[in-house]
């Protein structure tokens, strides 16, 4: 059992960060919230949600499992207006999902998650990490398109460095400790991502946000944030891209 009314635009933030690494997904649901763990279907890129009860404007579940196609979802969610409240229920005896959205009602079918697996969350201690402004991150990410198909990460006691460098060109974005919301980098790490999926995460993170990033030498990138008043707790993990000798 599961019936919920959420912010249209708590909605929307949400399953754009999950959309961005994957279309299907299952929805954990206690009477406590909502989880999710998921990794994109190349093994790159691996993401893990906690919606709290408190995200919704109403929320009353049982335990269960839930899944939904986003890309009906999006097309839900593209009804709705700034501020709308959108209802949601289970209704598990007919395999549906239904929304409804002021006199609008909208039914779906359930995806079924036999066949999908909970992902375990590597425990990574990683020894880096710096707190910024997600729009920081976009403005470097801006700078670095067309230039070549990775981006460095670069974090050291006093600044961050997000750079990219190409054939012909390359570009830099170096944030000073007194640019960035807390930093704390015992000695300089330095690893290599692909710059598609960084840049899509990034994208896909509502303006606004503070993002800590946590990083080690050719070690996953880890981006921790939070939506809905700090009621949503997202983690993403990038896989790095090796230099070879």
Same mark, same amino acid.
């Given at each position: 059992?599961?019936?919920?009314?959420?912010?249209?635009?708590?909605l929307k933030?949400?399953?754009?960060?999950?959309?961005?690494?994957?279309?299907?997904?299952?929805?954990?649901?206690?009477?406590?919230?909502?989880?999710?763990?998921?990794?994109?279907?190349? @093994?790159?890129?691996?993401?893990?949600?906690? =919606?709290? $009860?408190?995200?919704?404007e109403s929320?009353?579940?049982?335990?269960?499992?839930?899944?939904? !196609?986003? /890309?009906?979802?999006?097309?839900?969610?593209?009804?709705?207006?700034?501020?709308?409240? =959108?209802?949601?229920?289970?209704?598990?005896?007919?395999?549906?999902?239904?929304?409804?959205?002021?006199?609008?009602?909208?039914?779906?079918?359930?995806?079924?998650?036999?066949?999908?697996?909970?992902?375990?969350?590597?425990?990574?201690?990683?020894? $880096?990490?710096?707190?910024?402004?997600?729009?920081?991150?976009?403005?470097?990410?801006?700078?670095?398109?067309?230039?070549?198909? @990775?981006?460095?990460?670069? $974090? @050291?006691?006093?600044?961050?460095?997000?750079?990219?460098?190409?054939?012909? /060109?390359?570009?830099?974005?170096?944030?000073?400790?007194?640019?960035?919301?807390?930093?704390?980098?015992?000695?300089?790490? @330095?690893?290599?991502?692909?710059? !598609?999926?960084?840049?899509? =995460?990034?994208?896909?993170?509502?303006?606004?946000?503070?993002?800590?990033?946590?990083?080690?030498? /050719?070690?996953?990138v880890k981006?921790?944030?939070?939506?809905?008043?700090?009621?949503?707790?997202?983690?993403?993990?990038?896989?790095?891209?090796?230099?070879?000798?």
């Amino acid at each position: 059992m599961f019936k919920a009314e959420i912010k249209s635009e708590t909605l929307k933030g949400l399953v754009n960060i999950i959309s961005t690494l994957i279309d299907e997904v299952k929805f954990t649901i206690t009477p406590e919230g909502m989880t999710l763990k998921a990794v994109d279907p190349a @093994h790159v890129a691996m993401i893990e949600l906690n =919606i709290g $009860a408190k995200a919704f404007e109403s929320y009353s579940a049982g335990n269960t499992e839930i899944g939904l !196609d986003l /890309d009906k979802v999006k097309t839900v969610i593209k009804l709705a207006g700034p501020g709308d409240i =959108i209802a949601m229920e289970q209704d598990d005896s007919k395999g549906r999902f239904i929304f409804r959205i002021g006199n609008i009602t909208r039914s779906m079918n359930l995806v079924d998650t036999s066949s999908m697996s909970d992902p375990k969350v590597p425990q990574l201690s990683l020894t $880096a990490n710096a707190e910024m402004l997600v729009d920081q991150l976009q403005r470097g990410i801006r700078a670095a398109e067309s230039i070549s198909d @990775h981006i460095s990460l670069r $974090a @050291h006691p006093q600044f961050f460095e997000l750079s990219c460098e190409g054939d012909t /060109d390359d570009s830099s974005l170096k944030l000073e400790g007194s640019e960035l919301e807390s930093i704390d980098v015992p000695s300089e790490v @330095h690893s290599l991502f692909p710059l !598609d999926y960084f840049s899509n =995460i990034v994208r896909a993170i509502p303006a606004g946000t503070k993002v800590r990033i946590e990083l080690d030498s /050719d070690f996953p990138v880890k981006l921790v944030f939070s939506l809905a008043n700090g009621e949503a707790n997202v983690m993403y993990l990038l896989a790095p891209r090796i230099e070879s000798d």
